[in-house]
Structures are given as structure tokens and as C-alpha cells.
């Protein structure tokens, strides 16, 4: 199974957690796609299917910035970027955390 990875953890200073960008997760060839249906499909459970582990819907949210970061937002019927695989995916997503603060702080 794959880890659990604390995505605010960048961000904790405190005990507090400062706010965190909308960071856009970059494409990889080895990225697949599936068509999300409303009602029946759930990230929890796209990621335990792709993943195993229901931890990664985040993931597939920042892959997706264009249903502003809310699994309510994605159309019926649309086919949505899975980023693949879990770790190459958090790898690049922590990638992003590091040029967001060297940009910004």
C-alpha cells in the first residue's frame, strides 16, 4: 500500500498552517485518464482503485485545477487526468511546493 503523505506539512509553522497556493501538478507521460461519472464516482475511491490507498484524491484535484479544487465542480461525463504513479505524483507535487517557495517564501 502506498504511504500517506501529509500535503500541508510544507506549510505547518507553529502549530499553525499558513495558506496554501493552488499549485497545479505537472503532466507526466505516465499520467492516465477516466471518465468521471457525478454520483457514482468518488476521489477516495479513484484513488484506492489507481493507488491503493484512499488518501490520493488530492492529487487528482491539483492534476484538475480547473474545477477549482472541488470534486463538486467536475462535470458529469468528463474525462479527468489521473496522475500516475502515487509516488512519481506526490514526488511532482512536491517539486511544485519547492519552486512556490522559492518564488514567494
Known sequence: M?????????FREDGKIKPIPGLKLPDADTDLSYVYKQGTTR????????????????????????????????PDMTLIKVPYPYENAVQRYSEQINKYKQLYG
Request: no cysteine.
Open 43 to 74: 476521489l477516495d475511491k479513484l484513488s484506492n482503485m489507481f493507488y491503493n490507498n484512499p488518501w490520493g484524491g488530492w492529487l487528482i484535484l491539483a492534476a484538475n485545477p480547473q474545477f477549482g479544487g472541488l470534486e463538486f465542480n467536475i
Open 2 to 10: 502506498a504511504r500517506y503523505v501529509d500535503r500541508y506539512l510544507p
